[in-house]
């Protein structure tokens, strides 16, 4: 069926490219909050933290999103109330934004929606997103699937998302395969920015 629909087609990089790191706030990485018990997280932490690396490397720009509910009720909104500390909004300690990289704050799963960023990757002709972070089920499939609606090409490394549930992540990394994105391996990304540097 899959190969009659025609889907799962490479879509590759572009000329400008971006990576997206979602939410990996000490919140949803580490073990002490009561959201971070993702076996996955702190791995793909480390993944983050090689490809940015190697983006910076070859000035490929970060956006990193902090996931807030707001002070207010009417802020959460649907989150219902919100119980954060400052410190769990803080990105985990294993990766550092350069001074080129951007860190955002968002307050629904897209860090498109309520947020200026597509405004920003547009100032910088940006043509490609590399998604990754947390969670692939929740906010890393609804980026996907909004930056895919806005037409930009999108990339997702396995090994750069993480879920609290591997039934979840898995079907999503099938999902946005088949329909929204290429999802590749970190060490098959690593190369091709190296072919398009």
Not at 24 to 51: H, K, W
């Given at each position: 069926?899959?190969?009659?629909?025609?889907?799962?087609?490479?879509?590759?990089?572009?000329?400008?490219?971006?990576?997206?790191?979602?939410?990996?706030?000490?919140?949803?990485?580490?073990?002490?909050?009561?959201?971070?018990?993702?076996?996955?997280?702190?791995?793909?932490?480390?993944?983050?933290?090689?490809?940015?690396?190697?983006?910076?490397?070859?000035?490929?720009?970060?956006?990193?999103?902090?996931?807030?509910?707001?002070?207010?009720?009417?802020?959460?909104?649907?989150?219902?109330?919100?119980?954060?500390?400052?410190?769990?909004?803080?990105?985990?300690?294993e990766l550092s934004p350069t001074e080129d990289d951007v860190v955002f704050e968002k307050y629904k799963p897209s860090v498109f929606f309520g947020t200026q960023l597509e405004s920003m990757l547009n100032y910088s002709n940006v043509d490609t997103v590399i998604v990754t972070g947390m969670t692939t089920s929740g906010c890393v499939r609804a980026t996907v699937v909004d930056a895919f609606s806005l037409n930009y090409r999108v990339i997702v490394p396995e090994e750069c998302v993480a879920d609290r549930s591997q039934v979840s992540h898995e079907v999503s990394l099938f999902d946005m395969d088949m329909k929204y994105a290429d999802v590749v391996s970190l060490d098959d990304l690593i190369e091709a920015l190296n072919e398009a540097s």
């Open positions: 069926m899959v190969d009659k629909a025609e889907f799962g087609g490479e879509i590759g990089l572009g000329e400008d490219i971006a990576v997206l790191v979602v939410d990996m706030t000490r919140e949803f990485v580490e073990d002490d909050y009561p959201n971070g018990y993702a076996e996955t997280g702190q791995p793909a932490a480390s993944a983050i933290a090689r490809l940015m690396e190697e983006a910076s490397e070859r000035g490929v720009r970060g956006y990193y999103s902090r996931s807030l509910k707001g002070e207010h009720r009417v802020e959460a909104g649907q989150w219902g109330e919100a119980n954060q500390t400052e410190e769990m909004t803080e990105l985990t300690t």
